[in-house]
C-alpha cells in the first residue's frame, strides 16, 4: 500500500499531461521542493524545444539534468546555498516579455530550500525561526504564513517579479487542502494572509524571534501580492499530484487483498500522538463490535500531524504517531501499522517511518526500550530502531505528505 500511494505521486506518472503548449518567446524552468529536480528530469524528457533553467532540492534528492541546474540545499532549516539558489532564481525571472514562459515546479520542501530572506533580516535569522517554529507544534499553514512575510521571493512574490511573462506552476502537494498557497509557501500563487497573521503566529506560539524579524513584521511595509494583484494576472498553477489520489491508490491493493478500505481523511492535522490516540480508540471499537466496519479492514489516512517537542530524541512525526499508537494499543491482537512520509524522510532522520505489529513493544523491550519512556523524550526513531522496525526506502522524489495504514485483520 505505502509503494502504491507513492507509485501515484511519481512525477513521470502524474507531470506530462499538464505540459503547457510551447511559446513564441523563452522557456525558463524554475522550482524548488523535494521533488523538483525529478519533475525537470521528466520535463527535459518530454519537452519538445529549448529551455534553460535552475530548481532547488534537498540534499540527497537529485535527479540528473542536462539543461536544467539542479542545486541541493537544506531543508527543513534553510542554509547558504539555498539562499543563493532562489537569489539566482528571482534573478532569472526579472526582464522576461510577454512571449517567454516560465515553468515553476513546486513540491513540498520548497519553502525552506527557497530561502530568500526579506530587506534587513539575515539567513541565521530565518533559521531561529524555522527552528522555533518546528518546533512549537505550528501547523504547516500557520509556519508557512510567518515564512513568506520574512521572505523576498515568497507569497507571490515569484511570480510578480516575472511579470509580464505566462507563469504555469505544476504543484505535487504535501499540505491539507491541497491550497496552492501554502504548497512551499507559494511563491507564484496570490498570499491571503497578512503581516499581521504572521505576527499572531508567533505570538500563539509564544515564539521569540530576533529583534530584526519583529521589526520586518511590525512595520509590515511590503505586504505580499494579494488576490487580484495585476502582476498575477497571468500567472496559473495546476496540482499534479494530491494526496487523495495516493490514499485510494493504496485502498485499491487493499481491496485486491480482501481488506475493506476505509479512507478516514487525507488533510488529518493536530498533535501526532492525539491523532494516533483517537485512531487507536477507533480500532479498538471495530475490534469489539466491528463499528463501523467489520474486520479485515483497514483504516487509511493522510495529512501532517505536529510534535510539540519536550525531549531529546530523534524521530519525525510518523515515528511520534506510530509510538503513540503503539502504546495505546498495548501489543492489540490482530492489528498492523504503518506510518511514513512519502518523501522517503521523516522529520530529519533517514527513515520514511516505521511498522508497527502486535509484537513490536515487547522487541523493544527485550532491546532495553520501554515504549512510554521513549514516547516522552520525542524518541520514536530510538523506539523502532531498537524493534528492527524502521522503514527505510531513501529518497522518494515525490512529496504527498504523510501516509498512514492500520491493518485489522481480525
Known amino acids: 500500500m505505502f509503494s502504491a500511494a507513492i507509485e501515484r505521486a511519481m512525477p513521470e506518472r502524474c507531470l506530462p499531461p499538464y505540459l503547457p503548449t510551447r511559446p513564441t518567446g523563452r522557456v ?38 542536462e539543461r536544467i541546474e539542479v542545486v541541493e540545499a537544506s531543508h527543513p532549516v534553510p542554509d547558504e546555498a539555498g539562499e543563493k539558489a532562489a537569489a539566482r532564481i528571482l534573478a532569472m525571472v526579472h526582464g522576461l516579455t510577454a512571449d517567454d514562459l516560465v515553468l515553476c515546479l513546486i513540491s513540498g520542501g520548497g519553502s525552506a530550500l527557497l530561502a ?27 509556519m508557512n504564513c510567518v515564512r513568506k512575510h520574512l ?63 519583529m521589526a520586518h513584521i ?10 487580484g494583484d495585476a502582476r498575477l494576472a497571468r500567472a496559473e498553477h495546476h496540482v499534479i499530484a494530491a494526496p487523495m489520489q495516493s490514499l ?15 479512507i478516514l481523511g487525507d488533510a488529518i492535522e493536530g498533535e501526532a500522538r492525539v491523532v494516533a490516540a483517537e485512531q487507536a480508540a477507533l480500532v479498538q471499537r471495530i475490534r469489539a463490535r466491528g463499528d463501523p466496519v467489520a474486520a479485515p479492514c483497514v483504516l487509511l489516512s493522510g495529512g501532517e500531524t505536529t510534535v510539540t517537542v519536550r525531549g531529546t530524541g530523534r524521530g519525525g512525526r510518523n515515528a511520534e504517531y506510530l509510538l503513540s499508537l503503539a502504546v495505546a494499543l498495548h501489543g492489540e491482537p490482530s492489528v498492523f501499522a504503518l506510518a511514513g512520509d512519502t518523501d ?32 516522552a523524550n520525542n524518541d520514536g526513531y530510538g523506539f523502532f530502531a531498537a524493534a528492527s522496525s524502521l522503514v527505510v526506502t531513501g529518497p522518494t522524489r515525490t512529496n504527498v505528505n504523510d501516509f498512514r495504514a492500520i491493518l485489522i485483520s481480525g
Open 28 to 65: 525558463i524552468v524554475i522550482g524548488a521542493g523535494k521533488s523538483s529536480a525529478e519533475m525537470a528530469r521528466v520535463v527535459e524528457r518530454e519537452w519538445a524545444g529549448p529551455l534553460s533553467g535552475l530548481v532547488v532540492t534537498r540534499y540527497g534528492h537529485s535527479a540528473p539534468c
Open 344 to 375: 522517503g524522510i521523516d522529520g530529519t532522520e533517514d527513515n520514511a517511518g516505521a511498522l508497527l505489529g502486535p509484537d513490536t513493544l515487547a522487541r523493544a523491550a527485550l532491546a532495553g526500550v520501554e515504549a512510554t519512556a521513549a514516547l
Open 218 to 227: 511590525a512595520a509590515a511595509a511590503r505586504e505580499t501580492p494579494k488576490p
Open 151 to 213: 521572505s523576498a521571493i515568497k507569497g507571490g512574490q515569484l511570480a510578480a517579479a516575472a511579470h509580464p511573462a505566462r507563469v504555469v506552476t505544476l504543484l505535487v502537494s504535501d499540505v491539507p487542502g491541497d491550497d496552492p498557497a501554502v504548497i512551499a509557501s507559494g511563491p507564484t500563487v496570490a498570499d491571503p494572509t497578512t503581516f499581521a497573521d504572521a505576527a499572531e503566529v508567533l505570538r500563539r506560539y509564544g515564539i521569540t524571534a530576533p529583534a530584526s524579524v
Open 248 to 262: 485510494e491508490a493504496a485502498a485499491t491493493v487493499a481491496r485486491a487483498a480482501g481488506f475493506t478500505p476505509v
Open 116 to 142: 530568500l530572506p526579506a530587506g534587513g533580516i539575515t539567513l541565521a535569522d530565518k533559521q531561529e525561526v524555522s527552528r522555533a517554529l518546528l518546533h512549537s507544534g505550528a501547523t504547516i499553514s500557520e
